[in-house]
């Protein structure tokens, strides 16, 4: 059934209880406490793209454990600061299983005047577009291939406590750079990136340094225990594979806990920051009901979502540019 | 088979001999003709695109039959023709199906300095990306959905005389605006916007305009005989299916009479610009037999193909801009 | 899930109402008199089959703009119109990318006594079975490939239209062949001759000149949004490729508006003569509900469905000849 | 790959050796003689269908083991044997799965002036069309689901034995039939119908009875060794699958030798009537090299092959009726 | 969608009543009692496996009608029965498509002490694992591939009368064996070995010697109604695809009829001996609500049911074994 | 194509160089001898499993690095080493993605006198079967999800290095082993189990402790190059996707020298074992080249193949432990 999901008013209403560990403020604000006391800077190395518009940094700075993060920082190239003031900058992170690609695939932001941080996912860029180039140096259980199981055993160890992380980290970052307003700086992504923009928006928030604005498309890595039960596609799917073949109690047991830490209904309640969401309502991949869930326990007074009835997963694509520059024009000031 | 076509040895060597019709330059030339004949000239209305570093038009050109053709045109925000010169130009062609999108979509050669038409297909657009806006104003015999069998019966009435008709009046077009520099007008474009590339090279080499460069990428519409055997994947499938519902031996004869004057083997030979085509070896839309077999009929001197191995139909994707930049700098002077 | 959608007892009783727009009966008898106002009749050419119980002529008659629409009489060999009477007729439209054929491959009806008028499809006739001959010398705007969206701008341009008014043109060519009885003339056909056989019913009725009975299978072409939200099959899929990609409110605006003139729920409100529809439970094309919301919809008094409940679309198949051979003895006279 | 096997002029001069059991030529010959030696005539009872220019008959006859096997008997309602004479007749076998429907599914015989005799297949008639009516009533050993393995284990026991000679006592029976002609009858059938049409022409041939005329279209059961090594599809692949299962030498030993006996090249050499095959250039299910591979072997003097080159298993359809209504009265006096 | 029945808690109470006949008890008693009529004992004859901690017998009993059925009978090389006491037995029934297979293929009950009879399903065993050797020499009718409608038009002559029949003369042979304690049987199997294991539980209560305990795991055969209208997946497609073809009332109501005393919901309202069942609730093949109904029917006081929430018809494989040993030893004393 | 690859004359004969590092065994000798060095004894835990006839151990062992490896020792119940003799042993490595699964799922060797110690495979074991227990505990490079690229970086670094030396280990660890004949230890597996076993024979053989016997079925990892062209399977194709996205000679270079150190052919030609192999002529996952290239490379005098011409990627299954067991008898003296 092409909309196969709850119909539009139900979605609307929908805000179920997800399970929430009673320790999850404090499993976050050490995490990112313990990233944030590796300290380290992001160094910047001017690239050479041909471009005479904008101008592009290869960008290293400290993720989670301190482990290196790679980036790609475009800015305007005709904007002076001392003229013009510092930029406002916009953190992006990035779909499953994509990298940072090369330096001229994302240029929109920049074009439109922003410093815009193209943040490299680690351990994953091959699967689509130009490459990633950041590894990942931890390892992991039995596992199914990808990493929605990465780490499923602990909280600790779960690759998305670290994705998470460098998400925060490259916020940091961002606001590092000379000639970047701190105050006013965005995070936005799709799919991964989406889910990774919820809780950069929560965590930030928990530790006190915040974001100035949220724009999650079609958001991944929220209300775990119903899309596995929705849907049977990747990466939701890897979760569903994973007990499929660990059929005991314990295993169960083990891997709801570990996702409770990660689920992005329990991280939007924490989020202040104004959001614009987008949801498409033929999504198989990131379901519309688990969009809703975390949108509707968004923490934060302002929030909006765009609705995309016809589309599956790829959602507004280049419909979302246009809307999201101005509303974030209207709300980083 | 992963690579199911020839070896790469095999496919350097490949040029084999495609029908071509005895009138095939009156043909072309004619229909050039009465197409530049009818007259008009482009006009351009500023966008409103919120982005500061490049300014964006939407062009409406005559295309074939004086028929309106819509584009973006974008440009570098910061260029003052006064002081900097004329820009270089680029038109691009889009693959099937798709249309030119929203302004914001194709930014990469406004941002290197050139001035960007990207030319919607008429009569396209809604499969894939941001859509398209230009109707196709001419009927079609009883076919098959899609566009290699619209106007089959006849070459005057296919579909791609038209395309290739609006490809060859983008580029009048795009030198008519003020500020881009006639001499130095290149056409490049993808898969359906590769094979266009090929044609308006031979057509404006035909005609006496000529482009400065041509650069078309896994190119489709050349050697349709080999391709219907080689593959089943659409759109050369749609060949097959045409003539797999209308079995009867003059329904053959006119399909391959008409495609005889469309085919990128025979409009190769005619082009004269510096090429730099790329193929993918594992292309099972576009087989790289196809590919080779329109480079090899090359009829300039200067010609390069960057080579895929690993590649589908998706080929270079963006690790095309970087060497395209580079070898368009060299040639256009 | 097999039986996907609703159970039967709740089908039975599905009448939604579907937006209507105000001048739809304006729409429709201006269209159907601007067409009958251009007069012409229809052109009967012997063809020789080598069959000797029946014969075939070649039919061209005047449909939608005058446009010439062909279709295969098929009489019986051995029926004198003086010493038996004139023959009963019945039009027979197509599914969606099939031709008339070979004038031998529907011989049932001619079988039976009737004279059969198979109206070949414009534009169609590419897809399926012995190809079809009929151009439609209408353009298209930005479209997805297939029928559902070309014209989807505006009802006057949507290829539908033309669809339903060549069907009425068939019956009133059939009526005015030499022997044919007038008043004994019934439609039918299958998924979009089923479409077509609601629309040419009530577009008849409409406009005065009916049609004695009306034999729609598995019809296609009714009540659109649900269609859409309950199946991702084509052609129905169309419309979502096409608002998946034009993703603005003004096109999905544009799109049901267009498609409120074309939908058969409304259209068989305004039927009247006696109907015998089918409808197949498990069919992911033309899903059961959008078959008996039209059903439910018809306007005559006299209707009767029957139920395939194992059948996706193919529905009855040869299953349906002989009931509608009896019933349609019964109805006619 | 479309044109997955040789190319044209290779299969043009395809004629390989198939290994031939030494006591093929008793095996068959003993086979039908035990079968007529059975005795029994075919019944006729008349179906009141509706139709006013054929009349059809219910028919079931005598084939292998005596078993009753049934059939459509359709003819022309408007001949008159004594003034027009007797009426050459056709037998048609049915495709893999399929059953003789009811009795108005195959009027183009009957409605050229033949007697038309449409042989159920024993056992299937439940896959697709509308059904069969002929139970098997020989059990089977551990076999695929289907029909290739069905008494695998030894020749005499195979379903294709059985079949074939239905095939065979379908002629006689035809032959039967007051006001059919003994002296023109004719076979014809595609795919599975198309093998059993080569095997009942070589069968005739070697009892002496013969048959005038054979049409196989796109035939299957021919050259099984090379099916199951370039063609994964059903039914062949039954083989493959089976083989797959009972991975011992013993297994595949008895596989081979008992095909031996059913293979259509070794019928072929067998078979002295004129024959008009037809063939698909792009059919995966019975592959053109395995169609030649028996044309190639016809031991009649009179044989051509149409060629479908676009064309997958469904081959020429409806167009195959009216070479054959031309070729056949040529061949039939 | 993944788990696409009803939730857990509605599964738990589903206890849908199910047409039975009126005769049903009549109609398996003489069943069983014509089998057990015809006698015959079980012959066993030691295999060379090369295996030395289980010894290996090459099983025949008489089955339905007296019909040889195979099966292995492997038992603990080191019991000794005078020092150790006779063996418990396990009788284990095969999935659909699949037969006994080699001797070495399934050593676990033997390995924990069991006398272990793999019954072969006659007529199968040829679509996975290591092959069949039984086969069943009854014929069937027009039927689809596979075993679903063999026989399908009557209750007496269907396939799953004498595969069920078969199962209990497994039971009633391996209490003949010399060493096996008669009083300590039980019965397993999965998908269709679970089907039938249910059956072999009501028909051994129904007759008198019943089964020491009874464990299913995603049992096939119940519901068959219910089935047909959630799944289209096979075997229980083969109804639908039945159905589907023949598409006359008569023939629906001898499907049902034919398959309400084949139907596990009837049957285990008849068992009466303890039962282990285990179902997963993302299984397209058996969907769970098919499992629940024979299991809430399940006419024993002690009966449990392992649930495994995210598999497929794979169910919980490997993780059977443990409980059921444990369970089973607990049951059997 | 079924037989998609060579005929099999000339699989016997295809002996292709593939490209070897110049430091191959320098490699790998010093990459065993550093994991020996790291020392360690495996760790035997006695597991309850309610089996009689064999008694299994939960085996922990130091793998690469000193990792520990799990494993379970299945040894049979009822031998003496005292009166009997040591055991000779068979260490088994697994295919892609699975685990060593629960204890008693692989009984055949111990139940046929072995002490069977089958390796878990790190970070594996979530894909199908049971299960596994083993992280990998090295993290990973921008890789493709699955374990083909991760560390495609350097040889180092790469997955495979830590599974061949685990498979190492895991010999070395079962010769520890009380009650086992250090002698006589074999090693065998199957797709990735048989292309560890075609390492583990070869660094074996390199570091002078050699094998007694290696038993691989249809390997995986032995000719990449070839495995890339002609194969678009996973895991295979997991280095096209790769390749595909990291579009860059650089790229392109390390892959295949990476690859180059971990090639089965480069391996075999170090072994000196006796191998009995087996190989599969429909398998696409292992292509049957790729197979016989190893087995044409294997450096001992003693090598034998066993051929499955119907077979795709499962191979010969249950067929292959009685020839396996018949020759392992013979070899291991």
Redesign the interface.
């Known amino acids: ?4 999901d709850m119909p539009l008013d139900q979605l609307e209403a929908y805000a179920p209880d997800v399970a929430e560990p009673a320790d999850l403020d404090e499993f976050w604000t050490s995490t990112v406490a313990e990233a944030r006391a590796l300290g380290g800077a992001p160094t910047l190395e001017r690239v050479e ?6 101008v592009v940094d290869d960008v290293t700075f400290p993720g989670f454990g301190g482990h290196p993060i790679k980036g790609w920082l475009v800015r ?3 904007h002076d600061v001392d003229r013009d003031g510092p930029l406002p900058g916009v953190v992006e992170l990035l779909g499953y ?1 994509g ?1 940072r ?2 330096p ?2 994302r ?2 932001w ?4 922003f410093a815009h941080l193209v943040m ?1 996912t680690r ?25 929605m ?1 990465a780490g499923i055993e602990d909280p600790h160890d779960h690759f998305y406590r670290r994705f998470y992380t460098d998400g925060v980290r490259a916020v940091d970052a961002l606001r590092q750079v000379a000639g970047v307003d701190p105050a006013r700086v965005a995070v936005t992504g799709a799919s991964q990136g989406g889910g990774g923009t919820v809780a950069v928006a929560a965590l930030t928030a928990l530790t006190g340094t915040g974001v100035s604005a949220a724009m999650p498309d079609v958001p991944f890595l929220a209300h775990f225990r119903r899309a ?5 596609s990747h990466p939701y ?1 890897e979760i ?9 109690p314990a ?2 047991e083990t891997v709801w806990r570990t996702l409770s830490y990660l689920d992005g209904v329990n991280l939007a309640r924490r989020a202040t920051a104004p959001a614009l969401f987008s949801v498409a309502l ?1 999504d198989t991949t990131c379901p519309p009901s688990t969009v809703y869930a975390a949108f509707n326990a968004w923490g934060g007074d302002t929030r909006r979502i765009d609705v ?5 997963h ?1 959602g ?4 979302r ?2 809307p999201q ?2 509303w974030l ?1 209207e709300h980083l000031g």
């Open positions: 059934m092409a909309q196969f793209t041909g471009l005479t518009q904008v305007p190239a005709h299983g990298g690609g090369l001229h695939e240029l929109e920049a074009a439109a005047g490299d351990g994953q860029g091959s699967h689509w577009g130009g490459g990633g180039s950041t590894p990942d140096p931890v390892g992991r259980g039995a596992s199914v291939s990808g990493f199981t596995v039960q929705i849907t049977d799917g569903t594979k994973y007990l499929s073949v660990h059929r005991h295993a169960e033929m995309y009835p016809y589309n599956d790829e507004g694509q280049a419909y540019f246009p520059l101005a024009r």
